[in-house]
């Protein structure tokens, strides 16, 4: 079963067992203006809640995007090196950035549900 999440950070992760898929929320996109540039980790990288995975750069601003949950990168999405503008096009779909294998015992109780997501922007 997947199971979508959302954080603080304006992430979103598709939970499906123990990978996650994680990208920015149409909300984060819509801040950052047209994406023009992702710096992807590298597959195998280990990486502790908090830390930066990925680089975005926008015509507004550069920003990281970190992992929301500790976990290896099994998989990274090699379409945005060439075509970046999917995060703005696509960023629940074809804009994801990295999936990865989450280390067990993760704690999930910080991340949101889509409503309290857009309770939490709406703020």
């Known amino acids: 079963m997947s199971d979508l999440k959302f954080t603080k950070d304006h992430e979103w992760l598709l939970i499906s067992g123990s990978q996650a898929t994680v ?52 998989e ?9 503008e999917l995060v703005n096009e696509s960023p629940l779909q074809d804009g994801w950035f990295v999936k990865m294998e989450l280390n067990d015992g993760v704690d999930l109780s910080e991340l949101m549900s889509e409503s309290e997501y857009q309770e939490f922007t709406a703020e």
């Open 76 to 84: 990274v999405n090699e379409e945005l090196a060439d075509n970046p």
């Open 23 to 74: 990208g920015i929320t149409e909300f984060a996109q819509e801040q950052l203006g047209d994406v023009v540039f992702v710096e992807l980790p590298e597959v195998g990288s280990e990486y502790s809640q908090g830390d930066e995975v990925a680089v975005i750069e926008s015509v507004k601003a550069a920003g990281e995007i970190v992992a929301p949950l500790a976990g290896k990168v099994v």
